[in-house]
């Protein structure tokens, strides 16, 4: 005879549609297929006549099947089970693991149509939030009471993550990655885990990592006409370092993925491009790219990169004396070097190598440091919803409104509305990129070094014609695409520039 397999739950677990007591689940347990499983001798059982009462109330039919108390552990704890009949039964639990994966899955495929860039389980108070992060900015989509949220965090850390088999800890920081096969389910490239436990409970978050595959164009990412010539420029280039800095979220793995694979193009893909990354955030088309090993040093990566025969290197970041000069010894031997830095503006790297204790004369080599580059993301307007600054009934700060008057042209401004089905009620559709690129000069980096970063700066703006991200910004904001408050809040004040290098408004 064979075995039919039967996948059916238990609905008399804790939580469930027919929640019992611990003492009754020993004698009992009632499964989505209309079985009521009772041990055998406790038919009469005043407690299970009572359930079965109740089920009778409900119009909840069913049939009894009598079994041992064995049986109905199992029952209760997931494990396959064979009853008298022809069928196999695999019982789930809500406690099971399955279904936990399935609603981790959910969460994840709803951040990801959102296109969001993290995922938190925040502890609060009352138990947990479930935040996503869209457009850099935190929304809340779902509260679990009490202990509510901690099964589903136990289950990621648990049964979801590279780290399978070992415990989740709620009481200690851990890291983790999400396996590929639910990374692939949910069209990622994937997912880190980070959790560290705070005063109201466990907190976990989520970093998504998009498979995009293809890059996106530097108009689509909101470069102006000028900046995208000076990149491709850059790319042109056989020797030397550019620095592509930014801080966290400002979009600049995404900017050097757009930039390698326009490089690889131009080249004919005729080149090794090798990159060491930690970890690798996007693919890169033609390029070899290489994860840094977990015990290695940047310094002992780099050198070890160098070996392999490139010629462009990616150096994830730069975070250390010893991984700033393998990359400047790297350049010097006629290699193209990339890497990033973690600045909030282009002159700003300079002075950041120099703290590093990079050689002042490897610093300020205009034949070493061929391009600086920054960029941070900010907010973009729905065009559905948006509203004439002029005829908003917002109300902004007298601050902010002379700003815009002095420093905009405010019949031109647009700012956020109230929502609409386009934009998904948040006003906001995107985020695009803004930027400044210095590619310096023997000038430009004997101003610096001579008479220091403001100096510098106030040279390249007002005798090289550089456009800062101020200048981009406010480009941006009398296009209407930007609402001057985001922009504030996400790149810089709109009168930086008057502030920083005297630049008349
Ligand atoms: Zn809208």
Redesign the pocket.
Known sequence: MTAIQVITRVLTVPGGRWEIDADLREKLCLTDDGVLHIVEGYGGNPFVLAFKDRLHRAGHEHDVEYVTPEHIKQLYHGVPVTTGSSKHYQYLTSENSTGKQDQVVKILRDATNAEASDVHFFATPNGHQLRFRVHGQLETVQSFAGEDGRPLMSSIYETMSESTGTSYRPNEKQDGRLRSEFVTQCGLFGARIATRPTLNGPWMAMRLLYDSGKAMSLDEMGYLPVQIDALTRLIHRVDGIVLLTGTTGSGKSRSIQTLLSMLLEVMDYSINLVTVEDPVEYRINGATQTPRGPKESWEDAISNMMRLDPDVGLIGEMRDIGSAVAAFQAALTGHMMWSTLHVNSAAASLQRLHDLGVEDSLVYDPGLVKGLVNQSLTRV??????VPYLRSNRIFAPDLKSRILQRCEPELVFVQ?????????????NRTAIAEIIPPNLDFMRMFRERGRAEAQAFWVNEQGGITKNAHLIQRVNEGIVDPSHGERDVCPLDEDVSVIGAKA
């Open positions: 307007l729905c065009d559905k919803c948006k509305g109230e929502g609409c089905e386009h934009c998904s009620y948040r006003g906001i559709i």
